[in-house]
């Protein structure tokens, strides 16, 4: 998008996009016929810049969209898994990628759905009182899982 607005941006300004930085523009030596001109052109370019930046935003493309229907699917997996006596290590394991998805989906508006989700697994996760085993679960795992969350590194 960027090159795009570069070369509207080139094709707008004309003979004045030769110059380099180092020579100066004196507007007064700009003629009204040429200021119109210049002026409608980039007017027209930003337009076309602002008109292509929001299209985007309001329409999520397949392939986030399909990358979203993906991920959905994997959290309603660790839902099912989450009602079998899981595993702690594997319970505190999942606890940091769920945060990280859930802050990801918080900033994109197209993610609503996944983030519901995704609250709804670590509810789901926090009412877990029966795990299978408790083996590989220590101290240093638990501070570790704990510093992640709280300092989000």
């Not at 523009?25 to 027209?44: H, Q, T």
């Not at 702690?88 to 606890?95: F, S």
């Not at 990801?104 to 509810?123: G, T, V």
Request: proline share 3%.
């Amino acid at each position: 998008m960027t090159d795009k607005l570069r070369i509207a941006l080139h094709q707008a300004l004309g003979d004045a996009a030769m110059k380099t930085d180092d020579e100066d523009i004196d507007v007064d030596e700009i003629d009204e016929e040429e200021g119109k001109r210049l002026d409608k052109s980039l007017a027209a370019a930003f337009k076309a810049f602002r008109e292509n930046q929001q299209a985007r935003s309001k329409k999520q493309g397949k392939t986030s969209q399909a990358l979203m229907h993906f991920r959905a699917r994997v959290i309603d997996l660790l839902q099912i898994y989450l009602e079998t006596s899981p595993s702690m290590a594997v319970t505190l394991d999942m606890i940091v990628p769920l945060f990280a998805l859930l802050e990801f989906c918080i900033k994109d508006p197209h993610q609503e759905p996944l983030a519901y989700r995704i609250r709804a697994c670590l509810k789901k996760l926090s009412t877990v009182k029966k795990f299978k085993d408790t083996t590989n679960v220590d101290e240093t795992l638990l501070t570790t899982v704990l510093k992640v969350i709280i300092c989000n590194d």
